[in-house]
């Protein structure tokens, strides 16, 4: 069975009452919910010691989801460069709507992953490539009545496949759905799931996260070791 990490800043669901409302076991714990039908799941927040994303647990991970806001810059750099060692030498990574610009995403991306963003849009999330297999079971598009706008231009590295294209309300345009292959690992980011709506209890959303860590897992037959893979900045 997959072994999944899911990692969440863990911070707007306590601090606000309406995002509370929304997660009350936090968007780890919803996310965790769903995909401990299939997987061997853990969680890890920003509080637990090295972001609970220590040695062991990443060596114990065959795909890491990350879902990050408010504490980009104060993440460990650390620990960062320790996720991005073990991206390259094989783990999966998935990257969560605000994700884009954790400090994870900046070192294998190499690029600064800044974005156009508005609140409260509503989204058609269309799928461009349906033959991919993170694409799945999912219908050719999919309404979101209330997402956080991310609009191009998207400064992202040209993906591998541009999987969906989310259309808002206000005319925007984005590469909602990308995959990157760095190293031995393959990434998958994913544009929804802002944390004051309910994106994340969307069938349809979770049947793409479940896709994806299908997609992400590793490949190789044994994973290299990362202290022996070089973890360069772009």
């Known amino acids: 069975m997959l072994k999944v990490t899911v990692f ?16 009350p076991k936090g968007i780890h ?26 040695k062991e647990v990443l060596q114990d991970t065959d795909v890491l989801i990350i ?27 998935i990257a969560l709507h605000s994700a884009h610009y954790s400090k994870i995403m900046r070192l ?22 349906p033959t991919h297999p993170i694409a799945a079971g999912i219908p050719g598009m ?3 009545p209330k997402e956080e706008m991310y609009g191009e231009f998207f400064d992202i590295p040209k993906p591998d496949d541009v999987v969906f294209t989310g259309w808002f309300s ?8 990308c995959t990157f292959l760095r190293g031995y690992g393959k990434i998958f980011y994913f544009q929804p799931g802002h ?11 979770q049947q793409i996260i479940k896709n994806a860590v299908r997609f992400c897992a590793p490949v190789v037959t044994e994973r290299k070791c990362p202290e022996n893979v070089q973890a360069v900045e772009k």
């Not at 104060?74 to 991206?87: M, T």
């Not at 944390?195 to 959303?205: C, G, K, M, R």
Request: hydrophobic share 35%.
């Open 142 to 144: 999919i309404e979101l």
């Open 108 to 129: 294998l991306m190499g690029t600064s992953m800044t974005l156009k963003w508005r609140h409260g849009d509503s989204e058609k999330l269309w799928c461009t490539s």
């Open 195 to 205: 944390e004051e709506y309910p994106i994340y209890y969307n069938p349809h959303i």
């Open 67 to 93: 879902w990050t806001h408010a504490l980009q810059e104060e993440f460990s750099e650390e620990v960062a460069k320790r996720v991005q060692k073990h991206v390259l030498s094989g783990m999966g990574l």
């Open 170 to 177: 206000g005319g925007e345009v984005f590469r909602s759905g």
């Open 29 to 54: 714990g919803c996310i965790a919910e769903f995909l401990q039908e299939e997987f061997e799941v853990r969680t890890a927040t920003f509080d637990m010691p090295e972001h609970g994303l220590t």
């Open 8 to 23: 969440n800043e863990y911070k707007h669901e306590r601090e606000y009452e309406n995002i509370a409302k929304v997660y």
